[in-house]
Nanobody
Framework: HVQLVESGGGLVQPGGSLGLSCAAS????????MGWYRHAPGKQRELVAA???????NYANSVKGRFTISRDNAKNTVTLQMNSLKPEDTAVYYC???????????????WGQGTQVTVSP
């Protein structure tokens, strides 16, 4: 079965940097879109960044220029490098991976367990 295991996160001061990594396993065909959502208390879940199997990235406007997403298809890993962190980046970050499961384009979504990122003086 598919598993996503996250690592990274923690506490950092404003202006600092953190890296998140997610290792996916269990798909014979690999993974299509991979990326990260975040959920902060009192706020809606937000797509932070995603990257296609071919490596095309997409970012939320709030993180453009500060966050960089990358992936390694051979290892089925996706990484989020977060620079110039702000207090408003504080949230639980969830890795996700999508797999197209049939010719009609049906998609299965998979999620990591979440990792806390706290940006505070």
């Amino acid at each position: 079965h598919v598993q996503l295991v996250e690592s990274g996160g923690g506490l950092v001061q404003p202006g600092g940097s953190l890296g998140l990594s997610c290792a996916a396993s269990g798909s014979r065909t690999g993974f299509d879109d991979m990326g990260w959502y975040r959920h902060a208390p009192g706020k809606q879940r937000e797509l932070v960044a995603a990257i296609t199997r071919s490596g095309y990235p997409n970012y939320a406007n709030s993180v453009k220029g500060r966050f960089t997403i990358s992936r390694d298809n051979a290892k089925n890993t996706v990484t989020l490098q977060m620079n110039s962190l702000k207090p408003e980046d504080t949230a639980v970050y969830y890795c996700f991976a999508r797999v197209v499961i049939n010719v009609e384009g049906a998609i299965e979504h998979y999620w990591g367990q979440g990792t806390q990122v706290t940006v505070s003086p």
